[in-house]
């Protein structure tokens, strides 16, 4: 009779989880012996949703807890007794989050409160101020002492965790799984270009302009950031030669503003967000990155796309060591002279726009998956 098997649980609430996760559902669906069970939050349904599809995901729970306008105690407490529920129901030998929601810190609290080992999947990040990027800053400190596997993408993640005092034998450099998720993702577009064929007008559109690609979503940057944000892409849209290609992050705080501030303008394209090979195909076709997000600091440089990044701070200095990504806040002058920088001064375009990838070699979820597959006495 075979050993029974061990069984996972991934549990994951947005858009960057799902991207994130989604290759280490399968590497980990891989190994013998192990069943891998899926339990979604929904903490962002739509976005969520489009990446579930993609990935071919179908989540065995689905908590779907999304409300619209609600706190975010009012999330983490539903969360907390959501999670409680599912865990009771699955009775996991281990459970796995990602990187830094509410989903991910409260999926790490009601395990330990069952005391199942917690696997922490993009570990040790850390921007060294609680309050950029928040909350997420302390989400992912809170899941630090409670993991017993952290996945670290970086050696500079490692020794975070090392400062910590996290034990160092638990602690495993794996390279990030968005390096995973990008290269599968492109790998199949190039099988199957009809996949992100939605952007074909929007690339005939601006052919012959240098397009820069724009997102942001950062709730340190609601009100003035992002009124600040709209100005100077307002400033950049007054050049002839550039286009903005801008998929909008549903959140009202910056549909309203883009709304009020930018407004339509033909070489402006404010478009609904994208779903991830969209997104890869955007990353692509375009000639600067600007943006506030922190997956999108790891696929930039990936695809040798240089990134000036709306922030003060990052928990990504990898990608700003390597030249390839840009700190430069939420300033309209500042961003509009980076950016005229960028696409006005050849050397200082090629300095940047190198393909680079300090985050990840690709192969960071068959790492994850043999070391939980080890942990149980299996072999991936
Ligand atoms: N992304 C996407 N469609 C879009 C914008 C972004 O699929 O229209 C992907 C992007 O490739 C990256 C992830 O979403 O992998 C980043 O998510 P987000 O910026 O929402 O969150 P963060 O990474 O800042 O936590």
């Not at 991910?104 to 309050?131: F, N, Q």
């Not at 034998?169 to 992100?196: F, K, W």
């Not at 680079?356 to 070699?361: C, I, L, Q, R």
Request: proline share 7%; net charge negative.
């Amino acid at each position: 009779m075979s050993p029974p098997s061990r069984r996972i649980l991934l549990i994951f609430g947005t858009r960057p989880e799902a991207i994130k996760l989604f290759p280490v559902v399968r590497a980990l669906a891989a190994v013998p012996g192990l069943e891998v069970r899926t339990c979604v939050t929904a903490q962002h349904r739509g976005l969520l949703d489009q990446v579930l599809a993609i990935a071919g995901l179908t989540p065995d729970v689905d908590l779907d807890l999304m409300e619209p306008g609600q706190t975010l105690e009012q999330l983490t407490a539903r969360l907390l007794t959501g999670l409680g529920k599912v865990m009771d129901a699955e009775k996991p030998d281990r459970v796995i989050v990602q990187g830094d929601t509410a989903t991910a810190m409260v999926g790490a609290l009601a395990a330990y409160y069952r005391k199942v080992p917690v696997g922490h999947v993009e570990a040790g990040l850390r921007s060294g101020d609680i309050y950029q990027p928040w909350p997420e800053e302390v989400n992912r400190r809170i899941v630090a002492p409670i993991a017993d596997q952290h996945f670290a993408p970086t050696e500079t993640a490692a020794e975070a965790l090392r400062r910590e005092n996290i034990d160092p034998a638990t602690i495993h450099v794996t390279g990030n799984t968005v390096i995973d998720a990008l290269l599968a993702t492109r790998a199949q577009i190039e099988v199957e270009p009809g996949m992100s064929a939605g952007l074909d007008p929007i690339a005939a559109r601006f052919a012959g302009k240098r397009v820069v690609l724009v997102t942001t979503h950062r709730r340190e940057n609601f009100g003035g950031g992002m009124e600040d944000i709209a100005r100077a892409l307002g400033r950049i849209a007054d050049r002839d030669d550039t286009a903005i290609l801008f998929p909008v992050h549903p959140n009202p705080n910056v549909v309203a503003v883009m709304d009020k501030l930018l407004g339509d303008r033909p070489n402006v394209a404010r478009i609904e967000p994208l779903d991830y090979p969209h997104f890869i195909r955007a990353l692509d076709l375009c000639d600067v990155v600007l943006s506030d997000s922190g997956g999108v600091q790891e696929e930039a440089p990936a695809l040798g796309k240089p990134v000036l990044v709306m922030r003060e701070t990052t928990e990504r200095p990898e990608g700003v060591a390597a030249g390839t990504a840009r700190l430069v806040g939420t300033d309209p002058k500042r961003i509009v002279s980076e950016i005229s920088t960028l696409l006005d001064v050849p050397s200082a375009y090629s300095a940047m726009a190198r393909a680079h990838n300090p985050f990840g070699d690709g192969h960071a979820s068959e790492r994850i998956a043999g070391i939980v597959a080890n942990s149980f006495g299996l072999v991936a």
